[in-house]
């Protein structure tokens, strides 16, 4: 019998150390997409595996209306690492669930109902993110959605600035678009957003759930544009795997007590994990040098593949490979025959999201094959 919802790979993985995953068969794979991006420190760092154990052996969970010593040192550490001055922190569970949270936050600290959102955008796949996503492939059978949202072409500056008005409570929007195909947009478009948004009175909320925690050269995305959120959020590799996001919020973007909630915010083990992850991003200068490793493999792409692909594009440990064929094949062959693992983004982008402790070794060795099965 196999799981309900997901398409299960041939593939069943059993142990992963650092950039490796080993399967049942003892087979080795160099893991260049981390569980979209979930892995940051490589699997199993040491670090956040003694800091989940000893919590585990010590307290699993209490709720958060308990004060508890990890969960408190991580409201301390995001505060320290974020863009932002932030004053408000919600830990949850997920990607999706942090969006749904500054979706909220924002409708209640405006008053305003209208949400601006961007093509090929993707915040998750609940209820109210759902309505902020995009694609329609997301959305069929599941409507109607959250409603209110407006939808303008990302990268546009004059139709974001034409979409936010006085009715609208926020934008979202990601500063480096992920699942809809590794997609760049200008430092002067996201400063024209965020002026957008002030001039209104709206919040601007940066989705960072895959851009965050070093991924893209700097701690978070924001910071590659010099532009400060009213609320960002992240997840995927706060917890190096387990299950936590965070909605991190400036002063005017807050919830009174009760005014939302989740059972297993911030438990003291994922909280624990998370504040080790963080600990070893900051002290290795993960975020430099996903910088370095990743301008060397992009580079090395397009060297080598040159006119046989599209484009490569992306930010730090954040690459696209735009082919001109569908990348499912390309996919496959990767893992098969040169046991690497990636990720697709859409139809015909190959996207690599390794764990930001690769070296120029592994990049050589994914941009060898990557020739090979391209050519």
Known sequence: ??????????????????????????????????????????????????????????????????????????????????????????????????????????????????????????????????????????????????????????????????????????????????????????TEYLQAVRVATATSGAAMILDEIQTGLGRTGSMWAAENHDVVPDVLTTAKGLGSGLPIGATLCRDWIAADAGDHGSTFSGGPVVSAAAGATLDVIEREGLPAHADEVGSYLRSELRDRLGDDVRDVRGDGLMVGIEVRRGSNRLLRDLAIEHQILALPAGRTVLRLLPPLTIEREHADAVVDAIEEVIG
């Open 1 to 186: 019998m196999s799981g309900f919802v997901f398409s299960e790979k041939p593939i069943e993985i059993t142990s992963g150390d650092g950039v490796h995953l080993t399967d049942a068969n003892g087979t080795e794979y160099l893991d260049f997409g981390a569980s979209y991006a979930c892995t940051p420190v490589g699997h199993c760092h040491p670090e956040v595996v003694d800091a989940a154990t000893s919590q585990l052996e010590e307290l699993m969970y209490v709720q958060a209306s308990y004060p508890h010593a990890a969960r408190t040192a991580l409201y301390e550490q995001l505060a320290e690492v974020a863009p932002v001055d932030v004053d408000n922190v919600w830990l949850c569970n997920s990607g999706t669930e942090a969006n749904e949270a500054a979706l909220k936050f924002a409708r209640h600290a405006t008053g305003r109902e209208k949400i601006v959102a961007t093509t090929q955008g993707f915040h998750g796949r609940t209820m109210g993110t759902l309505a902020t996503t995009w694609k329609d492939k997301y959305k069929q059978g599941f409507g109607p959605l959250a409603g209110g949202v407006e939808f303008v072409e990302y990268g546009d500056a004059d139709a974001m600035r034409e979409a936010v008005d006085e009715d609208t409570a926020a934008v979202i929007l990601e500063p480096l678009q992920g699942e809809g195909g590794i997609n760049p947009v200008s």
